[in-house]
C-alpha cells in the first residue's frame, strides 16, 4: 500500500545572496530559459517551486553543471543566489 502526501516531490529554491560569493556559476537569461524550474526559482527568491516526477533532462543538465563547479551559488545578471535542490517525503 502507497500512501500519498500531497508535499511529497523534488523541490528546487533560489535564496538572493547579499554579497558575491568566491565561487560560482554565471548563467545569463537567455542560457537560464533552459532551465524553467530554476527560473522561476531565482524570479521568486524563497520559492518552492515543485519539480515534476518525470525526468527532466534539464535539470539534471543544471545539476552535473553545478556539481562539476563544486558550488550551489548563481550568478544572473548581477545577482548572487544559492540554489538547493531537495526531496520531500
Known amino acids: 500500500m502507497a500512501i500519498y ?10 535564496e538572493l545572496l547579499t ?11 537567455l542560457e ?3 532551465y524553467p524550474h530554476i527560473r522561476e526559482a531565482v524570479s521568486d527568491p524563497g520559492k518552492e517551486v ?7 533532462e534539464s ?3 543544471f545539476i ?6 563544486e558550488t550551489q551559488n548563481l550568478k544572473v545578471g548581477d545577482k548572487f543566489y ?8
Open 5 to 14: 502526501s500531497p508535499g511529497a516531490g523534488m523541490y528546487v529554491r533560489a
Open 19 to 29: 554579497e558575491q560569493t568566491d565561487k560560482y556559476v554565471e548563467i545569463t537569461l
Open 32 to 34: 537560464l530559459e533552459k
Open 50 to 56: 515543485k519539480l515534476p516526477f518525470e525526468h527532466d
Open 59 to 61: 535539470r539534471t543538465q
Open 64 to 69: 552535473q553543471i553545478m556539481s562539476n563547479n
Open 82 to 89: 544559492e540554489t538547493s535542490i531537495y526531496s520531500a517525503d
